[in-house]
C-alpha cells in the first residue's frame, strides 16, 4: 500500500502537519475504495465487491459487450467477455480449523 500512496499523483511531497497526512490519508482511501476499479477486481472497486454490487455491474458490462460485438464483429477475434468477478480471498485459507 506504501508504493501505490507514494506513486498516486496527488500525493503531496511534503505535508505540512500530522493532521495534513491524515486527512489526505482519508481522503485516498475513501477514493482507492469506492472510485478506483482494481485489475485484481474484475475492474470493479472493493466498495461495490463488498457491497455486493459487483454482479449486477458485470451483466450490465456483458450486455454493453454484446450489443457492441453484435453491431461491429469485425472488430474481435473473439465474443467479448467482462472480466471475471474475484473469488473468496483470505489468510492461511488452506490451513484446516481442526483444535
Known sequence: MFKTIKYDLSCPT???????ARDWTAQFLHRYAT???HSGLGRHTPAAIHAGTATL???RRQQALDRYW???????RSKPTAPAL??????????SQTG
Not at 14 to 20: A, W
Not at 70 to 76: A, G, I, L, Q, T
Open 86 to 95: 474475484p473469488g473468496p480471498t483470505g489468510i492461511n485459507t488452506n490451513v
Open 57 to 59: 455491474v458485470r451483466q
Open 70 to 76: 453484435s453491431k461491429h464483429p469485425e472488430r474481435f
Open 14 to 20: 511534503l505535508f505540512e502537519s500530522i493532521d495534513h
Open 35 to 37: 472510485e478506483h476499479r
